[in-house]
């Protein structure tokens, strides 16, 4: 009897265990209802027989009780359900029964119980129900019999009683096959999952393995070279290699959970955020950037290009789609050794993209079903929802998915596309070239080719997007330049004689060109992504794009790069960025570390917490951060939960602090939830640089990143270096050829007095230097170099040294730039200084 009473109680615990409001609303309404109804039905025609008055009061009091819950002592909350136990039994159970008894039937006493076993239905699990309901009508019996001289139970009161357990009972039988029902398809769903997931990554994981076991057995043999280590070319090609290999293991792997996941959501497509889409491109680049297993699976796909159209949807969606039927189709390989699959893409009535191999083939009597949910056809593992959702997100956009198969010879999935009208094609290409060309308007652009015609034919269509372009046939040539002018992008041939792309792309992240060393870099290569992608990405570079692509893939690719580039010295993001604060929460140790190498790397500081718990502790003892990324899954007190205490009981100057969202599940239920607590942005693990950094910028008071990805307004070379707005106000006063001259004279003679006090190792009148070009660099309008020397300047007076050994070549180059700048835009010379 004891573990049937705790079972019960457990139970009744767990269904208030989400602190919902509910037993603080019946509260409420019980405080008020008891004695309204008790004074409605004494001025009633028919007054009751038994007078309850003091039973009331008490229900009355013990709902009062119930709705004061947040006042409870912290001692006497743990308590709080059981009481409310107590008081749902006593008022709803015993009390409304009983009094219809006392009073012999009649409809108000029926209408009384048959709520009260409604409300305690809401407020109980089905088996607490039936326990509060046959218990309370059995005391209610008891005492009726031991108090009334006329013990007769009247036949409403059996019929209410049998009745409404009978309502509960058959209630709870359909629950619970509704429920068995939902487990089960929450088992398959489950099943599916870890079998998909354990699948995809078995391979991967082997071979990161196999990866760590090939470079783990080359470094003993270098420490056996002499005690030191050393490698030969050889070996340091063969690590090289493997290194690559281990990170298309993780690719694969990254891609594998992400094509799962995506089939779990329901709400994955937004509307409002489709664009128009090239099918070809898009097609090429996902046949391209799939993972595949080997090249010899690689090897199998082909793109059979009839006639591009165009489609308006989801990139990442369409993108998605390709992979499912890639996969779905290369699964059949190791048992049909000859097979081919051939995506094509024909612009017909349908517009249609077609994905045909030559497997085993689907049964007639199985192709009617591929597009339900858990439906798999001939395979031992995988969710069932790839096909289910390669439907959904087709219906999406308009369009829909078929297939037609013969066995034994092919099968082929067909993807029809509505018809867009042309016009708004143009349109849609027009304004993404607009977009790409505000970016990149006044940049400074280096492009790297051994191809005199390629050179000239670039350098002209990226003129007419505003860049100013200079060119270099190789990379040695590159670098050279690159020393004589801190150029804001490279585009970058990838193979050239002399020293190819790769090479050069190498030396200037390792510092060959003192400063450039995070300058935006795109490869620039008639090869195709997968045979030169990863190792562009290996060396340093930001983006890849091909010979053959249009003016507006080109300008897309080159902004992108410019936008997810690390900042450079004396840039406003740099600005933004440097020497502020983050509260880093995560529960993992590995990503902390992984994310807090990057905020250091743009001049951040870092403090660490664990989980929400720690990170409150810390805002509480005085750590004062400039953001929070707040892992929303963590044990104890996770993301949301620690969002939601910091606003509301933390003081000002902690609870407006934002917080930027971490998480690998990125649910539009997830999005939604991170803002009703209070987040200010969402990031989805793992974190993308780029993504991350413009976040942080975007919270922090930086260039703020518009709709569609582009920075609104995005700053020009000249905007970046000059600060036009107070520049052009000297322009109207009419003293700007009066002033200006003198002031950079006045700069180059601090510079000057800078690099003296540095030799003599002058401390004070370095700081003193920097202090004077502090404020003359400020009143000049020369913005990018005033930033630069208040980052050095913040740094000294707090007794320290810059990080970078190169900090003053990097102002005397900001020092060139701005009289360039003034020369070129405002025909000001520097005028000498005086003694």
């Known amino acids: 009897m004891k573990e049937l009473i705790r079972s019960l109680y457990e139970r009744y615990c767990a269904h208030h265990d989400m602190e919902r409001p509910f037993l603080e609303w019946i509260g409420i309404v019980g405080f008020a209802a008891f004695p309204l109804f008790y004074l409605l039905r004494q001025t009633s025609a028919l007054p009751p027989l038994y007078d309850d008055l003091a039973l009331r009061i008490a229900a009355s009091l013990m709902c009062l009780l119930l709705a004061v819950r947040r006042w409870w002592p912290d001692r006497a909350k743990r308590f709080y359900i059981g009481y409310s136990y107590l008081a749902v039994f006593y008022c709803l159970s015993f009390l409304l029964s009983f009094t219809m008894l006392k009073n012999h039937g009649g409809t108000p006493s029926v209408v009384n119980m048959v709520m009260g076993a409604i409300l305690i239905v809401l407020l109980a699990d089905w088996r607490n129900t039936v326990a509060m309901l046959l218990s309370g009508y059995v005391l209610s019996v008891l005492v009726f019999w031991a108090t009334d001289s006329d013990p007769r139970i009247p036949p409403e009161f059996v019929i209410s009683a049998a009745g409404s357990i009978l309502v509960v009972v058959v209630g709870a039988l359909s629950h619970y096959g509704q429920k068995r029902a939902e487990l089960e398809r929450l088992r398959l769903l489950y099943a599916g999952l870890a079998g998909s997931v354990a699948h995809e990554m078995r391979s991967p994981l082997m071979q990161i393995r196999h990866v760590l076991d090939a470079v783990a057995a080359d470094l003993p043999a270098a420490y056996r070279a002499g005690g030191s280590i050393s490698f030969t070319h050889q070996q340091v090609g063969d690590m090289l290699r493997a290194v690559g290999q281990g990170q298309d293991a993780v690719t694969r792997g990254l891609q594998a959970i992400t094509v799962t996941l995506q089939q779990l959501n329901p709400n994955a497509f937004d509307a409002a955020s489709f664009r128009y889409l090239s099918a070809g491109q898009y097609v090429k680049q ?25 489609f308006r949807g989801d990139e990442t969606a369409f993108t998605l789609i390709l992979f499912n039927l890639i996969k779905n189709a290369l699964y059949y390989l190791p048992t049909h050794p000859h097979l081919t699959v051939t995506v094509a893409v ?59 198969s013969e066995p034994g010879e092919f099968t082929e999935f067909i993807l029809s596309f509505p018809t867009v009208p042309q016009a708004q094609i143009e349109a ?35 003129a007419a997007l505003g860049c100013q372009v200079d060119a270099a046939a190789d990379g040695r040539e590159a670098l050279e330049a690159m020393r004589h002018w801190p150029y804001e992008l490279v585009l970058m041939d990838l193979h050239m004689p002399v020293s190819n792309g790769f090479d050069a792309t190498r030396q200037i992240r390792r510092g060959a060109v003192p400063g450039c060393e995070h300058t935006p870099i795109v490869g ?27 003016t507006v893939e080109l300008a897309q690719a080159m902004a992108q790069a410019l936008e997810g580039a690390a900042p450079q010295p004396g840039e406003p993001a740099t600005t933004a ?10 529960d993992n140790a590995f990503n902390r570390a992984i994310v807090k190498a990057r905020l250091v790397e743009w001049g ?29 899954e963590m044990p104890g007190l996770d993301g949301l939960a620690a969002t939601r205490v910091l606003r509301s009981t933390m003081p000002d100057s902690v609870k407006n602090t934002p917080v930027l969202a971490l998480t690998g599940h990125s649910s539009p239920e997830r999005r939604d939830a ?25 919270v922090l008071g930086g260039n703020r990143i518009a709709a569609g990805g582009a920075t609104a307004p995005a700053a020009t070379a000249l905007t970046t270096v000059l600060n036009t707005r107070r520049i052009n106000e000297f322009q109207r006063m009419g003293i700007l050829h009066e002033l200006l001259p003198g002031c950079l004279g006045e700069i180059r003679r601090f510079v000057a007095r800078l690099e003296e006090c540095l030799g003599s190792k002058d401390r004070n009148g370095v700081h003193d230097a920097l202090h004077s070009l502090l404020g003359m660099s400020g009143e000049a309008g020369a913005q990018a170099l005033h930033q630069a020397v208040e980052r050095v300047y913040g740094t000294i007076s707090e007794g320290e040294w810059p990080r970078e050994t190169d900090w003053l070549a990097q102002i005397r180059r900001l020092v060139d730039l701005t009289e360039a700048a003034m020369l070129d835009h405002y025909a000001v010379r520097c005028e000498p200084a005086s003694s």
């Open 577 to 586: 960025l440097v020497g502020k604060t983050v509260l880093l929460v995560e």
């Open 604 to 632: 951040m500081q870092v403090v660490e917490a664990e989980h929400g718990y720690k990170a409150l502790h810390l805002l509480e003892a005085g750590t004062r951060p400039a953001v929070i990324l707040m892992d929303v």
């Open 346 to 404: 024909d612009s017909g009535r349908p517009n249609r993209v077609v994905v045909r191999d030559t497997g085993p083939g689907i049964p007639a009597d199985q192709v009617a079903g591929l597009f339900g949910e858990f439906r798999s056809t001939g395979k031992a593992e995988g969710t069932g929802l790839g096909l289910a959702f390669c439907r959904r997100a087709m219906r999406a956009i308009g369009g829909d998915i078929a297939c037609r």
């Open 286 to 310: 996902a046949v391209n950037e799939f993972a595949y297993e080997d090249y010899t699976h690689r090897a199998r796909v082909a793109v059979s290009e009839l006639n591009d159209f165009s």
């Open 524 to 550: 620039f290569s008639g090869s195709p992504t997968s045979a030169v992608g990863t190792r562009a990405r290996q060396v340093g570079m930001n983006g890849f794009v091909g010979k053959d692509c249009s």
């Open 674 to 698: 991170a803002r009703a607590a209070g987040m200010n942005g969402f990031l989805t693990k793992p974190l993308d640089p780029s993504a991350l950094r413009r976040e942080l910028i975007h």
């Open 428 to 462: 849609d290409e027009q304004e993404a070239l607009r977009r790409a060309a505000h970016v990149l308007a006044g940049k400074r652009v280096l492009v790297v080719d051994d191809e005199e015609l390629v050179r000239q034919s670039i350098s002209s269509r990226l």
